[in-house]
């Protein structure tokens, strides 16, 4: 594999260049912001050097004017002054693609970002998806040929389920992907853990133990791809309610967490409001639950829980560079009897239903809960798919489809 690989991201911002207004990279850390926005820059503004952090504070506007665009200018956050002079310029030139911005998920939030209100355009970077690093990424997203019954093709190369737990395990931070060696890769993201909840200085602000957060996530991530409560989270971590709200919402800044939210609907009742938990990159995951590929493969709950994990990670980041792509959901009925893994909640346009299983041979009764959202929702329902491990792709019951994993990346 070459160093170099073309991001979704990379398409997003070849097509929002055509637009006067600044795009914004955000992204966890060393997901490839930088290594992305300076292909497309002519000029880059470096705000953590000290110098250059200097000299733009004195005078942004002046440090901005007769600059080569696309002019890139990464952690903006340490000059946050810098966007009212981005507002001003963008409003005083049209001129398409001037500005690109990046930073981390946390600076996304960030209470000076309201100059850019209206001027700031959001590119998302996730950790890279599979379909990246096979170079994959033209066509239509997997969701939307759900939605609309396009074919879906699969590789030439099918992996069995150890093949889909190592693919997962190695993660999708780029230092990671890029290292052939195990040993070394595993190194990689223990390191990006231990500096996380020990050194980053994204988490100076909320001042954590570093103690205590690390047990936070390592009971978050044992409970990904699950509806673990806060009292169920805090009590594993040994810390009070209030301590576990605010290592919630700094973890999902730093971009190391994401929680789905439960769907709604007024043709359906008694639907759990609970959100689902999942680790942002399932090679964190197991630097955080300490576990290898056998340790996985010994247990069915720890193989579910990866897959879907994997999978969901897989297409978050494929729709945060669409435009008006789904929203992203979970469904469970209140006793239990009904819940399905993915929602992707398309509006006016349908509902795609997608569930996750660790099976090479899905049948009728592994769809049993699609065919009854089907069944519920009516005109509504536009497609549904069990997601498998094995190597075919048959229909299981009216617009409710067996897929390999493995077409995600096809």
């Not at 759990?272 to 010994?298: N, P």
């Not at 469904?331 to 909640?345: K, P, Q, S, T, Y």
């Not at 809960?369 to 190597?391: I, K, M, N, T, Y």
């Amino acid at each position: 594999m070459t160093t170099y690989i073309r991001r979704m991201a990379d398409v997003r911002i070849e097509f929002l260049a055509e637009s006067p207004a600044a795009l914004f990279i955000t992204g966890a850390r060393a997901t490839g912001k930088t290594t992305t926005a300076r292909r497309h820059a002519a000029t880059v503004i470096q705000l953590d050097n000290a110098d250059a952090a200097a000299a733009v504070r004195v005078d942004p506007d002046a440090a901005l004017r007769d600059l080569q665009p696309p002019v890139l200018l990464d952690e903006w956050q340490v000059v946050p002054e810098v966007l009212g002079a981005v507002k001003r310029a963008v409003d005083n030139d049209r001129t398409p693609g001037r500005f690109i911005l990046s930073g981390s998920v946390r600076s996304a939030r960030d209470s000076a970002l309201w100059p850019g209100t209206g001027r700031l355009l959001p590119v998302a970077m996730h950790p890279l998806t599979v379909r990246e690093q096979v170079g994959a990424i033209d066509g239509v997203e997997f969701l939307e040929r759900l939605r609309t019954g396009d074919d879906n093709p699969l590789p030439a190369d099918i992996p069995d389920l150890r093949a889909y737990v190592e693919i997962a395990l190695r993660g999708g931070f780029p230092e990671a992907v890029l290292e052939p060696q195990v040993e070394r890769r595993d190194a990689w993201l223990d390191g990006y853990l231990s500096h996380m909840v020990t050194r980053d200085p994204s988490t100076l602000g909320a001042s954590p133990d570093s103690g205590r957060l690390g047990r936070f996530f390592g009971a978050y991530a044992l409970n990904t791809a699950g509806l673990a409560t806060d009292a169920t989270l805090i009590k594993a971590a040994g810390i009070d309610r209030r301590t576990g709200e605010s290592y919630t919402q700094l973890l999902s800044d730093l971009g190391i967490i994401a929680e789905l939210p439960s769907w709604h609907s007024n043709r359906l009742s008694r639907l759990v409001k609970g959100r689902k938990r999942l680790a942002a990159d399932t090679g964190l995951w197991a630097a955080a639950v300490g576990i290898d590929a056998a340790t996985v493969m010994s247990s069915g709950d720890l193989i579910g829980r990866l897959l879907e994990t994997f999978v969901i990670n897989q297409l978050r980041a494929e729709t945060a560079v669409t435009t008006r792509g789904p929203q992203l959901c979970h469904l469970r009925v209140a006793d239990g009897r009904r819940e399905i893994d993915l929602i992707a909640d398309f509006g006016a346009r349908g509902i795609v239903a997608v569930e996750i299983k660790a099976t090479n041979a899905p049948d009728t009764s592994d769809a049993r809960h699609l065919a009854w959202l089907r069944d519920e929702l009516g005109p509504q329902f536009a497609a549904g798919a069990v997601l498998h491990v094995g190597s075919h792709q048959y229909r299981l019951s009216d617009q409710i489809d067996a897929i390999p994993i493995c077409a995600l990346w096809a």
